[in-house]
């Protein structure tokens, strides 16, 4: 079965740290570029970072650029993001999203493959 498998979510305390995973069963992730969603309540799902199948390019929306950073490990066919000094606007559910081509498709509807999400709560 080819499928995504985010974890890593949880509750953390404004200004924590939490390192998401993005782990794929049934095919490798090589010749895909991965981009990280995700969606706050009541707001539509939204990218925060992108990175190339070859693992050369990346991009950060600007609400998280300087405190996230994407990369992926291809022995372990996973692509992870980090995610620095969380703040209250970084909670929802975070999805991961695997698109067979060089870069991510601005369009959420051409990717090849989605993630069930992982829940990341920031609160005091």
């Known amino acids: 079965q080819l499928q995504l498998v985010e974890s890593g979510g949880g509750l953390v305390q404004p200004g924590g740290s939490l390192r998401l995973s993005c782990a794929a069963s049934g095919f490798t992730l090589d010749s895909y570029a991965i981009g990280w969603f995700r969606q706050a309540p009541g707001k539509e799902r939204e990218r925060v970072s992108c990175?190339?199948?070859?693992?050369?390019?990346?991009d950060y929306s600007d609400s998280v650029r300087g405190r996230f950073t994407i990369s992926r490990d291809k022995a372990k066919n996973t692509v992870f993001l980090q995610m620095n000094s969380l703040n209250f606007e970084d909670t929802g559910i975070y999805y991961c999203?695997?698109?067979?081509?060089?870069?991510?498709?601005?369009?959420?509807?051409?990717?090849?493959?989605w993630g069930q999400g992982t829940q990341v709560t920031v609160s005091s």
């Open positions: 990175i190339s199948s070859s693992g050369g390019s990346v």
């Open positions: 999203a695997a698109n067979a081509g060089v870069w991510c498709p601005a369009n959420i509807d051409d990717y090849d493959y």
